[in-house]
């Protein structure tokens, strides 16, 4: 019965994450790309913090701790949120949702390749299958190699960064709280956002005036709901259920954002991009070793029994 209310939880968090790319899609569009994500993580640092200072788990990092803040910080905030504001305002919400679903399967990647996680053949079928799905989401609008934007390959940076930041992550959290060092990082790199945004868009704070109360909305449900509580309750999920259950759930986010994507912008959701989301749920979920897991899982579970 409690893994049934974490199940409901994660789920809804997804249904969050998916509708939050519609949001940064619709603020990018209104306001200077690199200012308005500095300014939204930095809400949502705040807002961690301000929960974690009414839990009372808030300590002074130790030397080692602020190496990985940083490098986290860099990857996970600065380069991930960059990236991805830039690529958004680029591409379609649909290549973006699809992109951003090849997390997980990038992540086993990082894995492999820095932390000595064994390749098997589930994951090398994984990894192919997200290959194929990334193609088809990126070429499969009928323009051929034409039809690559700009905008797909910031994401595809923006996710790879991310990625690449979880095995800091992994690291850091053997001796700080993940709920803590999340908010070290938002705050340290959307400091660092906000200064690249002040060389590239000069004209970026002045243009934040504006009284639409719709668009504000928008911002604080991204930065309070989607980012800041959407990824305390999502490590929480994993302290509870295991990264390899709380892994498959990411498949609803990419879809969740197909559907955001349809409903909010507009945009058309074609057989193409159908086929490429089959391919990268099936390459998460044999790539990040979800299925590997779970199957040894079933079976230490029928030899107790």
Same mark, same amino acid.
């Given at each position: 019965m409690k893994n049934l209310s974490i199940y409901a939880i994660l789920i809804g968090i997804m249904f969050i994450w998916g509708m939050n790319v519609t949001a940064i899609k619709t603020l990018v569009q209104y306001f200077p790309t690199i200012?308005?994500?500095? +300014?939204? &993580?930095?809400?949502?640092? !705040?807002? &961690?913090f301000a929960i974690l200072a009414m839990m009372k788990k808030i300590r002074k990092p130790t030397k080692k701790e602020y190496v990985y803040i940083i490098l986290g910080g860099l990857l996970n905030v600065?380069?991930?949120?960059?990236?991805?504001? &830039?690529?958004?305002?680029?591409? /379609?919400? &649909?290549?973006?949702?699809?992109?951003?679903?090849?997390?997980?399967?990038?992540?086993? !990647?990082? +894995?492999?390749?820095?932390?000595g996680t064994r390749l098997t053949l589930a994951r090398t079928i994984g990894f192919i299958s997200g290959g194929i799905g990334i193609t088809l989401t990126v070429l499969g609008g009928g323009n051929g190699l034409s039809g690559i /934007?700009?905008?797909?390959? +910031?994401?595809?940076?923006?996710i790879t960064a991310q990625?690449?930041?979880?095995i800091i992550i992994s690291k850091a959290a053997k001796t700080m709280d993940p709920r803590l060092l999340t908010g070290y990082m938002l705050i340290f790199g959307s400091v660092v956002l906000f200064f690249i945004g002040l060389i590239i868009e000069p004209e970026g704070l002045g243009s934040l005036a504006n009284d639409s109360l719709s668009l504000w909305l928008v911002f604080l449900g991204s930065a309070v709901i989607a980012t800041a509580f959407g990824h305390m309750l999502y490590n929480h999920a994993v302290g509870v259920v295991g990264p390899a259950e709380t892994s498959i759930f990411l498949n609803l986010n990419t879809f969740f954002s197909l559907i955001g994507a349809s409903i909010f912008l507009g945009e058309e959701i074609t057989s193409f991009h159908l086929l490429g989301l089959v391919f990268i749920v099936i390459g998460v979920l044999f790539g990040s070793g979800a299925i590997e897991e779970l199957l040894l899982k079933r079976k230490a579970t029928r030899k107790v029994a």
């Open positions: 200012t308005i994500q500095s +300014a939204r &993580v930095f809400t949502a640092g !705040l807002v &961690v600065t380069t991930h949120h960059l990236f991805l504001g &830039v690529g958004l305002s680029k591409t /379609s919400g &649909v290549n973006g949702g699809l992109i951003l679903g090849m997390g997980p399967l990038l992540t086993a !990647l990082m +894995a492999i390749l820095f932390l /934007s700009l905008g797909d390959l +910031a994401i595809f940076l923006s990625a690449a930041s979880f």
